[in-house]
C-alpha cells in the first residue's frame, strides 16, 4: 500500500523549532521528487516547498523561505521539514505529499500524509 | 505569484444534481492544473490532474476542463459522499498556489 505518514509536530512557543518527518512506503521514494504543505485551522491549503528525486533542487513559497529547511534521505525513504522561528501564522496541519501525477518534472499531490499538527503558542 | 480565484464560495444543491465549480488563474497556466476534493477530517483526496486527466479510483462522475486561465470541476450527480471542499491548484510556475476553495453543502 502507498502511504505517506508525519511525526514531529506538536506545541511550540513563539520563536522555537521543530522537525516534522515523513516516512514513506508502497512506492520507490527516490523517483519522485516530495512536498510539504499546510492548513491553517479551519482555512485552505497552502504549498510550503518541494524537494527533487537526490535533493538538489528546493523550492519555498515566501513566507518560509530562509526559517524552512526541506531535506531527504532515499536510503530511508524520509522527507523531513525543520521548521524555525516559528511564529503564530505558521499553526497549521503539515502535511507530507508526493506530486505524482501529470506531466513534466514533478506533477499534482497524488498521495497525502494525514498530516501532523503545528500549534504555535506561549 | 499566480493567484486561482474560486466561484462560487458555496454551492447548495440536493443529491442527484450537477454540480459545477469553477477556478480562474491571473496568469496563464496551460494544463497544469488539479483540482482536489477534502471531506471534515481528512486529507485532500486528487480528483483531477493536468486539468481533465481523472486519478486513480475518481468516478466518471468528477470531470475536468479548462485550459489557460479558466478552469471547471463537473460533478454529474452529486453522491451524499460529494459534499466536500473542493480546491483547484496550480503547478504552472513557482510558487505552487491553490485557490480559497469552494464548500459543496446539502440543499
Given at each position: 500500500e502507498v502511504q505517506l505518514v508525519e511525526s514531529g509536530g506538536g506545541l511550540v512557543q513563539p520563536g522555537g523549532s521543530l522537525r516534522l518527518s515523513c516516512g514513506a512506503s508502497g512506492f520507490i521514494f527516490s523517483n519522485y521528487w516530495m512536498s510539504w504543505v499546510r492548513q491553517a485551522p479551519g482555512k485552505g491549503l497552502e504549498w510550503v516547498a518541494n524537494i527533487n528525486q537526490d535533493g538538489s533542487g528546493k523550492y519555498f513559497v515566501d513566507s518560509v523561505r530562509g526559517r524552512f529547511t526541506i531535506s531527504r534521505d532515499n536510503a530511508k525513504n524520509s522527507l523531513d521539514l525543520q521548521v524555525n522561528s516559528l511564529t503564530a501564522e505558521d499553526t497549521a496541519i503539515y502535511y507530507c505529499a508526493r506530486p505524482g501525477s501529470g506531466s513534466g518534472s514533478y506533477g499534482a499531490f497524488d498521495i497525502w500524509g494525514q498530516g501532523t499538527m503545528v500549534t504555535v503558542s506561549s | 505569484?499566480?493567484?486561482?480565484?474560486?466561484?462560487?464560495?458555496?454551492?447548495?444543491?440536493?443529491?442527484?444534481?450537477?454540480?459545477?465549480?469553477?477556478?480562474?488563474?491571473?496568469?496563464?497556466?496551460?494544463?497544469?492544473?488539479?483540482?482536489?476534493?477534502q471531506?471534515?477530517?481528512?486529507?485532500?483526496?486528487?480528483?483531477i490532474y493536468d486539468a481533465s486527466n481523472r486519478a486513480t479510483g475518481i468516478p466518471a462522475r468528477f470531470s475536468g476542463s479548462g485550459s489557460g486561465t479558466d478552469f471547471t470541476l463537473t460533478i454529474s450527480s452529486l453522491e451524499p459522499e460529494d459534499f466536500a471542499v473542493y480546491y483547484c491548484q496550480q503547478r504552472g510556475s513557482w510558487p505552487l498556489t491553490f485557490g480559497g476553495g469552494t464548500k459543496v453543502e446539502i440543499k
Open positions: - | 505569484e499566480i493567484v486561482l480565484t474560486q466561484s462560487p464560495a458555496t454551492l447548495s444543491l440536493s443529491p442527484g444534481e450537477r454540480a459545477i465549480l469553477s477556478c480562474r488563474a491571473s496568469q496563464s497556466i496551460g494544463r497544469y492544473f488539479a483540482w482536489y476534493q471531506r471534515p477530517g481528512q486529507a485532500p483526496r486528487l480528483l
